[in-house]
């Protein structure tokens, strides 16, 4: 046999050990969960996750995944331990394998809070994908059994494999592991085709002048400022509040009775971040230019913004010289007119407003330094900046002063933490003579939480007066499922007009608006809802259906029934756009818009012409509300008809 001919038949023998190798190569651990299931659950045992043996995990910081999910919807990723399964909301980008490093911690503690309640629980994976860390019990993590997935309502029997598993000491960079793009040149899911997407700009650019040649604004019948024709009451000038044969209304300044109904305070190009950063170098089809960042963002001016493809996106529809926004902005208005939205627009003097005060005041664990020497002064001078402007116009309906304080429920924690707490801050030196004082109980710790932060609304409430008597407060939009503790609901009642909630299940539980309403008899806004779905790649939001028209249904049933409420005078979506594939700084990535990030209107605003007709009656106890529940209904983890108002 020559040389050559061994040489070919040693390389055919190692093409034929490769090909079975690759063959017999077991494949990744997975799960297919079934739609018929309500509640589906599957556990991958250490064995299959390459950790035979090693059930103490006390000794590592964090668990590094190679995971693909079919779907985007969410779903418990959890630690089976001896002293329970510990699971944490996840999602990843669907049908991509990507790698998460996940801190144990979030298995171990709750999370300390920050400065709301999506500060305080949302945690960012660079990216591919994020977790929501607020439900789910803690503990140590000894005697692991295995790592569970679990769906709520789980839709297109989802596939979840892991074809890498480890824990380790140090982080590692989340990242994407897929060869081809994840975002195409338009912002949208790369991977699959849906109704509504956009295959090249030519395609967009007729479905962008169908929408501008059908659009009519069609408006519903109503006052200057969106009020109700119906009735008429006394005009002063500025929104007010009145109660009227046992049912609150707002009234607008021309006196007509106005119900608040806002698509979420549009802005022009939000949603569709889209970020350069390490381990996402291979996500993205095309970059948005530059100009699409803007250099400051936020209250402070001073938040960086990422790159948006749906300001991209606006730019090809209306150009890129100065006057786009102002285009963008006109059409805008014509929508809200044909859905039958009446609060927050782009454009001055078209809608009522409403106003949010994002004070300056950092915040401690959740709470505020009132005994800070400085901290009157400086809050002061935050909401004289925020409220001169804006204290002679009519359109704003009023102010929010605060939105989900984080700290409610575990304020006994939150002492501890300030006492723990090596930086010396006033509030720590007061809380210390507080107990010494009044003795170290769980009471005497909520009390103290309960009197600083009186202190805070009393100090905010009064700086808001000083320099603006014309227009409401709002209240505090709280974020927890249960009724706020008595003391909380006699500070709102002290220095607000109207008790605000933000809520995310089927419709506002009538109980808990009930048990405010017998507490402090004042009218009530939601300050946050939505509802989203699953086939635009991003995760479904806080409530999820079934599919596009079925958002539609959703928001027709929460607004009327909520409405069908006698306190309840005004609701407000969240948000205008959807979050993007990429999420925003904090990870959330929902398909939650009223637009997509190509600037097309999705089904759910039909649901919501259709809730705008009926809304005068349903409040006025004329109406029933509409009874048609949406499909594929899934709510945090738990029963969208529960008690919470979660």
């Given at each position: 046999?020559t ?27 997975s ?17 299959e ?13 964090y ?9 985007a ?10 002293n ?11 049908k991509a ?13 709750k ?43 789980p ?10 598993f ?41 479905i ?13 019948p ?7 024709l ?31 109904i ?18 996402l ?31 991209w ?21 014509k ?48 909401v004289?900046?925020?409220?001169s ?46 107990l010494?004082?009044n003795?170290d109980?769980?009471?005497?710790r ?19 007066r ?64 939505h ?13 999820q ?27 407000a ?5 959807d979050?993007?594939l ?17 600037d ?27 009874s ?19």
């Amino acid at each position: 046999m020559t040389h050559a001919t061994f040489s070919g038949f040693r390389l055919l023998f190692l093409s034929l050990a490769f090909a079975l190798a690759a063959c017999t190569q077991p494949a990744p651990p997975s799960h297919t969960f079934d739609s018929a299931q309500s509640i589906d659950y599957h556990e991958f045992t250490l064995a299959e996750l390459g950790l035979k043996g090693v059930d103490n995990w006390e000794d590592y910081d964090y668990m590094v995944l190679e995971i693909r999910s079919s779907t985007a919807q969410r779903f418990l990723l959890g630690i089976h331990t001896d002293n329970g399964i510990h699971e944490k909301r996840t999602h990843v980008l669907p049908k991509a394998w990507v790698r998460l490093c996940i801190p144990l911690e979030y298995y171990r503690e709750k999370p300390k809070p920050a400065g709301d309640l999506a500060a305080t629980v949302n945690k960012p994976q660079n990216g591919v994908g994020f977790q929501h860390i607020e439900g789910g019990t803690v503990g140590p993590l000894t005697g692991v059994q295995g790592v569970g997935i679990r769906y709520y309502t789980p839709l297109d029997n989802p596939t979840v494999e892991i074809r890498s598993f480890k824990l380790t000491h140090e982080p590692e960079t989340p990242t994407y592991l897929e060869d081809k793009p994840f975002v195409d040149e338009f912002g949208q899911w790369a991977f699959e085709d849906f109704e509504g997407k956009a295959h090249n700009l030519e395609e967009l650019q007729q479905i962008w002048a169908a929408e501008e040649a059908t659009l009519q604004a069609n408006a519903l019948p109503r006052s200057k400022y969106g009020g109700f024709l119906d009735k008429r009451v006394k005009a002063t000038g500025y929104f007010r509040v009145q109660k009227i044969d046992g049912r609150w209304w707002f009234v607008d300044p021309d006196g007509y009775l106005f119900l608040s109904i806002s698509g979420g305070g549009p802005t022009a190009g939000g949603g569709g971040e889209a970020s350069k950063a390490s381990g996402l170098e291979g996500m993205f089809a095309a970059f948005p230019p530059e100009i699409t960042a803007p250099t400051g963002f936020g209250p402070a001016g001073n938040q960086p913004r990422m790159i948006s493809f749906g300001e991209w996106n606006l730019h090809r529809r209306f150009g890129f010289d100065d006057g786009w926004r102002d285009k963008w902005a006109d059409l805008t208005v014509k929508r809200m007119q044909a859905w039958g939205l009446n609060t927050g627009s782009p454009k001055p003097n078209s809608f009522p407003y409403l106003g949010h005060l994002r004070t300056r005041i950092e915040t401690i664990y959740g709470i505020q330094d009132v005994y800070a020497p400085n901290y009157a002064a400086e809050l002061e001078a935050s909401v004289k900046a925020q409220v001169s402007a804006s204290a002679r116009d009519p359109y704003l309906i009023g102010y929010f002063l605060q939105n989900e304080p984080s700290w409610l429920e575990t304020e006994p924690r939150v002492c501890q933490l300030l006492l723990d707490d090596e930086t010396d801050r006033p509030i720590k030196h007061v809380l210390q003579a507080y107990l010494a004082k009044n003795g170290d109980t769980d009471e005497t710790r909520t009390r103290f939480i309960h009197e600083t932060f009186r202190k805070h609304i009393a100090t905010l409430a009064g700086a808001v007066r000083k320099y603006d008597r014309n227009h409401l407060l709002l209240g505090i939009r709280f974020g927890h499922s249960n009724v706020p503790h008595p003391e909380i609901l006699k500070i709102v009642k002290d220095y607000s007009d109207v008790f605000a909630f933000n809520t995310y299940r089927l419709a506002p539980n009538r109980e808990y608006l009930d048990a405010v309403s017998a507490a402090v008899d004042m009218p009530m806004i939601d300050g946050e809802f939505h509802f989203g779905t699953i086939d635009r790649g991003m995760a479904p939001g806080l409530v999820q259906v079934g599919n596009q028209e079925e958002r539609a249904t959703a928001f027709r049933y929460f607004a009327e029934n909520g409405f069908s409420h006698p306190a309840l005078v005004g609701i407000a979506w969240f948000q205008y756009t959807d979050q993007g594939l990429m999420g925003r700084l904090d990870g959330e990535r929902y398909n939650i818009g009223l637009v997509d990030v190509t600037d097309q209107p999705y089904a759910i605003t039909k649901g919501i012409r259709a809730a705008s007709e009926n809304l005068y009656k349903v409040h006025a106890g004329l109406q029933a509300p509409f009874s048609t529940r949406p499909a594929g209904l899934q709510g945090n983890e738990d029963d969208l008809t529960s008690k919470s108002n979660q």
